[in-house]
T-cell receptor, first 114, second 109 residues
C-alpha cells in the first residue's frame, strides 16, 4: 500500500511569491492534515481537511490556505511568502473519524524562502 | 498556549539497556497521547498511542500515562542502535494536537 506522497520534495522561493504544495493520502484515508516543522517551534498544526471541507485549523495567518479534492488529494497554498515561512511542510493522512488521530506522515516539502 | 514539554537530550544509552523518555503537558483536558519517532531527515512515524491511565505495551515499547500528574513516558527495552532517533510526544485536547520538540535518543553499541 503506497504511503502519503508529497510533491515537490524541495522548493526555493523568494519573498512575496506564492507557493502550492501537493499531498496524496494513503488510499482510503479521507482526513488530510498539514503541519509546519521548524527547529525553533517544532511541529505546528496548520489545518485539516475531511471530505473536501476544512474541519479544523491552527493559529496561522490567512496567507496559509488549503483545499481538498473529491479523491482526497490536498493542496496547501502560501501567499506573499515571508522569510519565516521557511520550514518543512508535512502532510499527514488518517483513517480515523476524528481530527489528528493516528497520523501517517509524508516525506514533506522543504521550503526555503530567500 | 497548550504546552508539551520534553527534555531535548541527547539521551545516551548503551545497547541492550532501557531507554526512558518523558513528557509533561499543561492541558488537563487532554484525551489522547501519542509517541512518534523521527529519524534524521525523515518524517515522523507513529509508534504508540495511549488513552487511559496506566501502561500499554507493544513489543519492546511501553507507554505510560498518568493524567493526575500530567505525565506521559515511553520506555524502550533492549535498546538497539536502530532506535537512535528523535522521539516526539504529542498530546491531543479537542481537535488540536500539540507536539513537544522531541528528545534525541542515541543508542551506543
Amino acid at each position: 500500500k503506497a504511503g502519503v506522497t508529497q510533491t515537490p520534495r524541495y522548493l526555493i522561493k523568494t519573498r512575496g511569491q506564492q507557493v502550492t504544495l501537493s499531498c496524496s493520502p494513503i488510499s482510503g484515508h479521507r482526513s488530510v492534515s498539514w503541519y509546519q516543522q521548524t527547529p525553533g517551534q517544532g511541529l505546528q498544526f496548520l489545518f485539516e481537511y475531511f471530505s473536501e471541507t476544512q474541519r479544523n485549523k491552527g493559529n496561522f495567518p490567512g496567507r496559509f490556505s488549503g483545499r481538498q479534492f473529491s479523491n482526497s488529494r490536498s493542496e496547501m497554498n502560501v501567499s506573499t511568502l515571508e522569510l519565516g515561512d521557511s520550514a518543512l511542510y508535512l502532510c499527514a493522512s488518517s483513517l480515523a473519524a476524528t481530527t489528528n488521530e493516528k497520523l501517517f506522515f509524508g516525506s514533506g516539502t522543504q521550503l526555503s524562502v530567500l | 498556549q497548550k504546552e508539551v514539554e520534553q527534555n531535548s537530550g541527547p539521551l545516551s544509552v548503551p545497547e541492550g539497556a532501557i531507554a526512558s523518555l518523558n513528557c509533561t503537558y499543561s492541558d488537563r483536558g487532554s484525551q489522547s497521547f501519542f509517541w512518534y519517532r523521527q529519524y534524521s531527515g525523515k518524517s515522523p512515524e507513529l509508534i504508540m498511542s495511549i488513552y487511559s491511565n496506566g501502561d500499554k505495551e507493544d513489543g519492546r515499547f511501553t507507554a505510560q500515562l498518568n493524567k493526575a500528574s500530567q505525565y506521559v513516558s515511553l520506555l524502550i527495552r533492549d535498546s538497539q542502535p536502530s532506535d537512535s532517533a528523535t522521539y516526539l510526544c504529542a498530546v491531543k485536547a479537542g481537535y488540536a494536537l500539540n507536539f513537544g520538540k522531541g528528545t534525541s535518543l542515541l543508542v551506543t553499541p
